[in-house]
């Protein structure tokens, strides 16, 4: 392949043009990119979105005026894999009518032998790994002109996530794949094993970032605190986090998926200390019981994961907490379910991604029997809704009079929309003046919801 440096692009008018920026002219092309699933398929579409755009494509409003289609898939649970089948059988027919139009399948979909997925969807073109960008080069010629290794392409394209929001926020993968078989998870299959990307080539992108109007960082990873114990010179999360918060003009780090195996007090106290660490811990349990958490091979116990939250808590004033649950796993009882409960009643967390179980296909627990009926699952699932309920309201219900830094993301009905440090969602009502979309805005809170916050800005924007 022919090299070619690669530089930062700007994605719309909201950011700074940087220094140096030589994207190939249009080309005519567009290009349409559809994401489900985690922040890390996010990332990798921002990273595809960029090579095509660095040769010249640009984008496309919808499927319809696209040159080239690229789903990039989830199949973490059945309900997400039934969504990408029927996104793709809805393209068959815009495949019929434009079968010079490549459409590309990548995401956790894709498995390394591409027969069975070959027959079931004859009308893709073109499957790809998610690690194997250079892939693409089979359906977009024009990509021969850039580096080498596509893969270390930094993913400088910030897109417009979706809405009106803005790119002052940027994901940034630090470690691919994962080393756990938890025995109901299918990313491991799919990912492959912990591959940690260089330090320093973490700390170059997030500078580049920066420069091009980023400030608010997420570094990401299936075990994002496992980082850097594969790396020949070994490093950690805590020592990419004091070097990335030494960054100047950054001003909010967060980082996702942890596992409480690798929740170190170093990393909690760099949350503590770090001026760009933002006040928040997602660690995921997944399940209260011990033997539940035994069979799903999650390496740890309840104790430990409550004992992790409490000295958070600790050391971290006014740290929010998310965690991921799973109800229904096979086998799990009403006594075993009732500890799930009673934890997180205990614990009381801001935020809990719920789901029920399904089992994926190659996965241990796959070959156990599925003996939670659905009706019980989604029982389950309401009993935790209505208790996170009762807990966010009174969480949030604490929030009332407190003044928090918001970064604006949307507007929507007059109304702004953001996050403060601990990721709660904040609204607030636009004056019909002052654009603060990617600012930081002082927010009084004047009224509360278990879901989020509502109230006056008392700061000009910033
Ligand atoms: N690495 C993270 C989570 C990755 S998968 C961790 O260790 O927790 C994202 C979420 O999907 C999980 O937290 C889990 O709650 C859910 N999930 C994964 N496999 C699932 C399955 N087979 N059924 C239901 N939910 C599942
Ligand atoms: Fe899946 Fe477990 Fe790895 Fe998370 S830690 S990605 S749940 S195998």
Known sequence: MQTRTVIPL?????????????????????????TMGCQMNEADSQKVAAMLQEVGYRKAESE?????????????????????????????????????????????????????????????DLFFNPSDFDKLVAVVPELEMLEDDLASL?????????????????????????????????????????????????????ERLVDNGVREVTLLGQTVNAYGYDLEEKSSLSRLLTAVDKIPGLERLRFLTSHPKYMGDDVIDAIADLPTACEHMNLPVQAGDNEVL????????????????????????????????????????????MQTYD????????????????????????????DVPHEEKWRRHQELEKLQLRVCTELNAVRMGETYEVLVESKEKGRWTGRTRGNTLVHFDDDGETDVLGKMVDVRINHTSPWFLMGEAVSAPR
Request: charge should be positive; hydrophobic fraction near 35%; proline fraction near 8%.
């Open 10 to 34: 700007v994605p719309h008018d909201h950011q700074p043009a940087p220094m140096t920026s030589h994207p190939m002219p249009a080309n005519g092309k567009k290009f349409f990119i559809w």
């Open 343 to 370: 934890m997180l009643e205990h614990t009381k967390c801001d935020k809990v991604h719920l789901a029920m179980y399904s089992p994926r296909p190659g996965t241990l627990s796959s070959r156990w029997e599925d």
């Open 294 to 337: 035994q069979r799903m091979r999650r390496t740890y116990t309840r104790d430990l994961w409550m004992e992790r939250i409490a000295t958070t808590r600790e050391k971290i004033a006014g740290v929010t907490v998310a965690t991921d649950i799973i109800v229904g796993f096979p086998g799990e009882t009403e006594e075993q379910f």
């Open 154 to 206: 930094p993913h400088y394209y910030q897109p417009q996530l979706s809405g009106n929001k803005v790119g002052v926020s940027a994901f940034v993968p630090i470690i691919y794949g994962c080393n756990f078989v938890c025995s109901y998870c299918i990313v491991p299959y799919r990912r492959g094993k912990e591959t940690s990307r260089p330090f320093s080539d973490i700390v170059t992108e997030v």
């Open 64 to 124: 319809n005026d696209a040159d080239i289609v690229i789903l990039n898939s989830c199949v973490v649970r059945q309900a997400a894999e039934d969504k990408v089948a029927g996104r793709l059988d809805y393209l068959a027919r815009l495949k019929r009518e434009k079968p010079e139009m490549p459409l590309v399948l990548t995401g956790c979909m894709v498995t390394r032998q591409q027969e069975k997925l070959k027959q079931r969807f004859p009308h893709v």
